[in-house]
């Protein structure tokens, strides 16, 4: 794989890290594992990225009996344990997030067709403020928020992740990975194979978090271009953006840092402007739900050039004018909207 190596030490064996009757019943008994751990071969999978205590970590669901052993606790009417294991030790270069993406991709394509009469998916958009005004202590804050957001990633979703910043829209994605849905046919190949993709998904997408949020100072903000970015999806799945930036967009066309730039008695006429200005439509976000994560304004310092409830007001009226919503304007994601 470029971008990763990997050498497995053959006379290690896996080892169980959990034991349980049933996935909502597994009781971890060791979550710890390695930097740069993978999975090697995967005999029974489940979806143990779900359960919160395993969600994002390299492990993966192993019956831990064979099938002869597993008819005879049938016929005694015992139910088979299912254990989770731990992969051999493995010394890793840790890969990229475009060559994850690109693997996601590959072990997707070797899976069964797409799923019939399945739920769409979703498509994912990030953008993350990689501006000077934004501090490390605030980035910490927010990759919080962003890893519990990419650790839900599920087939069929699409996860595109950008930075804002004085080249908002001139700048390459910092990751990208479209996941199809996969039918469930119930064999060993299918779920290990829709698995392994999903986790590789996962990663990639965490390391790109990670990158975005250690880079910083950008001159100016510009908000308005990210939305530029975003094209009707040819798959019409649900549209989530989230945001995590402070909202002030510094370009020419608005400097929302200077005080009096927006008001309530001017934002009917300011998204008309910039709507001609960046050429949007009334339906260039139709259907889009909008979260937008603040910067926290710590005690003693000052606060924003215009007001958060004129701000909310005004990205209210913006995202509305092109058919989207804005469900939360806060300082957190939230608990329930990260598991979304």
Not at 258 to 274: E, F
Not at 315 to 332: P, Q, V
Request: with cysteine; hydrophobic share 40%; glycine share 8%.
């Amino acid at each position: 794989m470029e971008g990763g190596q990997s050498e497995l030490s053959a006379d290690e064996e896996s080892r169980p890290i959990a034991v349980g009757s049933s996935v909502r019943d597994l009781k971890p008994k060791d979550q710890r594992l390695d930097p740069g751990q993978n999975v090697a071969e995967i005999l029974y999978a489940h979806d143990i990225g779900s359960l919160p205590e395993f969600s994002g970590r390299d492990v993966f669901c192993f019956e831990n009996s064979s099938e002869k052993a597993g008819r005879k606790l049938r016929e005694r009417r015992f139910t088979s344990l299912i254990t989770v294991m731990k992969t051999p030790t493995t010394r890793t270069i840790r890969p990229s997030a475009a060559a994850l993406a690109a693997v996601a991709a590959l072990l997707l394509a070797a899976c069964s067709a797409p799923a019939a009469g399945r739920s769409p998916g979703r498509r994912v958009i990030l953008f993350i403020d990689q501006s000077a005004s934004i501090d490390r202590d605030q980035r910490r804050e927010w990759q919080n928020d962003a890893d519990s957001l990419v650790r839900g990633i599920r087939d069929g979703w699409s996860v595109s992740i950008y930075g804002i910043h004085d080249h908002t829209l001139e700048s390459a994605p910092l990751f990208e990975v479209d996941i199809p849905a996969v039918s469930s046919d119930g064999t060993f190949r299918t779920a290990a194979c829709r698995n392994a993709a999903i986790q590789t998904a996962r990663q990639g997408a965490l390391a790109a978090v990670e990158k975005a949020l250690n880079t910083g100072g950008a001159a100016r903000t510009d908000i308005f271009s990210a939305l530029d970015r975003v094209h009707p999806d040819p798959r019409s799945r649900p549209t989530t953006i989230v945001f995590f930036s402070d909202m002030l967009n510094s370009t020419p066309e608005l400097n929302m840092e200077h005080p009096g730039s927006v008001t309530l008695q001017n934002v009917g006429a300011l998204i008309p402007s910039l709507a001609r200005r960046h050429l949007w439509r009334k339906d260039s976000l139709a259907g889009t739900e909008v979260y937008c994560v603040l910067n926290s304004i710590e005690i003693g310092r000052s606060g924003p050039a215009v007001d958060r409830r004129v701000q909310q007001v005004f990205y209210e009226n913006l995202f509305g004018a092109l058919s989207a919503k804005l469900i939360r304007y806060e300082t957190t994601l939230g608990g329930d909207n990260a598991a979304r």
